[in-house]
């Protein structure tokens, strides 16, 4: 209750809650292309800072051994594995069609860089340290999830599916990988990093990593407007739908937590990679779902990761996986 309250009372989260009651007042709000303009270079701005500081961290960070490459063995066994409890817990409550299903599963086997942002800004808050290989674990989650959704709703068994299309595939590895913006400034960002603090570029670092909660609560303000009209689609969601989109990152996080304790990482690592695993994508996993998966229905699998679990865990899930983050990792 009291990490819940000291959450509740951050800038940033302040900033989403006030956004989001403001966009479910005034629902014809009249700057929605400012909205979209903001959240987009917020949202670059919060990758580039998140790679600068996993770089920073990656090289102090003197424990890369064995411990790291299992860390990276587990992470994108999760991503690939764990679509497939969703998808079959979905088929089990709800009457959603197998591919939608898939859809819906694939989203909390990848990431959200910004959870994983308000994750390190609650680390800053007490003075927490971790490993800037967790940055590196990002990039290698975001994907894995997307080829499990194909082999779980059978479309790879369709003759007209794009698998079966070279255009289409090619396509995709473009979208989904090589012309990945996320994943490419991720991973430049992390080099950068790195690069600078082994050459004490400090002073060009600090002027890009300094106003970074400042960032992270006007990108909170755009996302509060977001979730605001997204949850205009909650309304043709039933009981079972809805709990999915809260209970699955708290498993999610069970699971994250419990491979962090078996391979013994720090508390700062831990709970960032807790957070990974109970975040759910709404900007890379969408976006090559609508090329990989055009029938399944996006009008049900955005509002789920977008108006559900993020507003869960940026409000509750957070402060109750650091909680259990310390109890069990420190």
Not at 140 to 145: C, D, K, S, Y
Not at 279 to 291: E, F, G, H, K
């Amino acid at each position: 209750m009291r990490a819940f309250l000291q959450n509740l009372f951050n800038i940033p989260i302040l900033c989403f809650l006030i956004s989001f009651s403001l966009g479910c007042l005034f629902p014809r709000f009249k700057f929605e292309k400012l909205i979209k303009t903001t959240n987009q270079w917020s949202s670059f701005y919060l990758i580039i800072a998140i790679g600068l500081k996993g770089g920073l961290a990656f090289s102090s960070c003197t424990v890369f051994n064995e411990k790291t490459v299992t860390l990276i063995i587990l992470a994108i066994s999760f991503s690939l594995f764990f679509p497939v409890l969703g998808y079959m817990l979905l088929l089990k409550t709800t009457s959603i069609d197998r591919v939608t299903c898939a859809a819906i599963a694939a989203h909390y086997g990848s990431i959200s860089i910004s959870t994983f942002a308000a994750a390190t800004s609650v680390l800053a808050k007490h003075s927490i340290m971790y490993c800037g290989y967790i940055v590196a674990v990002i990039t290698l989650m975001e994907i894995p999830a997307l080829f499990s959704a194909i082999y779980l709703c059978g479309e790879y068994k369709d003759t007209e599916n794009f698998l079966n299309k070279r255009n289409s595939f090619s396509d995709f590895l473009k979208t989904s990988i090589f012309n990945n913006k996320i994943v490419l400034l991720l991973i430049g960002s992390l080099i950068l990093g790195y690069f600078f603090h082994i050459f004490s570029y400090h002073h060009f670092t600090d002027p890009i990593i300094n106003p970074f909660n400042i960032i992270l609560s006007v990108f909170l303000v755009t996302m509060g407007f977001n979730v605001a009209r997204q949850s205009k689609s909650l309304k043709k969601f039933n009981f079972a739908l809805g709990m999915f989109g809260i209970y699955i990152p708290i498993i999610g996080s069970f699971i994250g937590l419990g491979m962090s304790w078996l391979i013994n990482l720090d508390l700062g690592t831990g709970f960032l990679f807790t957070v990974l695993c109970a975040s759910s994508s709404y900007i890379v996993v969408p976006a090559a779902l609508r090329i990989m998966l055009p029938r399944a229905q996006e009008s049900i699998y955005l509002p789920m990761s977008i108006a559900i679990t993020f507003p869960f865990n940026i409000l509750f899930g957070i402060p109750f996986y650091f909680d259990l983050s310390v109890k069990i990792l420190k």
